[in-house]
Nanobody, 115 residues
Framework: VQLVESGGGLVLPGGSLRLSCAAS????????MSWYRQAPGKEREWVAT????????NYADSVEGRFTISRDNAKNMVYLQMNSLKLEDTAVYYC?????????WGQGTQVTVSS
């Protein structure tokens, strides 16, 4: 089982980034997929979730209206489009797969918002 995030980097406030997460080794289309993030000195927090079919999406209040989660079950990929980035969005971003009690995590990708 692997979840590999990519797309992180350094961006100016107000800018955009698109994170990707490539999944392998499990039945991706059966799993709800989420993005989490962890800022320095803080606990990991939930950012967004998309159901296995992609029919439902939910967001943390802090990113609602700025971030969009999506998935492509044919490619075993999940994405996080991040717009209007703020300094407080700086964190390591992780993707997570969940089905019942099976949970898989990626290794994370760093997003730094700085002027």
């Amino acid at each position: 089982v692997q979840l590999v995030e990519s797309g992180g980097g350094l961006v100016l406030p107000g800018g955009s980034l698109r994170l990707s997460c490539a999944a392998s080794g499990f039945t991706f289309s059966s799993y709800a997929m989420s993005w989490y993030r962890q800022a320095p000195g803080k606990e990991r927090e939930w950012v967004a979730t998309i159901t296995n079919s992609g029919g439902s999406r939910n967001y943390a209040d802090s990113v609602e209206g700025r971030f969009t989660i999506s998935r492509d079950n044919a490619k075993n990929m999940v994405y996080l489009q991040m717009n209007s980035l703020k300094l407080e969005d700086t964190a390591v971003y992780y993707c997570r797969g969940l089905l019942s009690r099976r949970v898989y995590w990626g290794q994370g990708t760093q997003v730094t918002v700085s002027s």
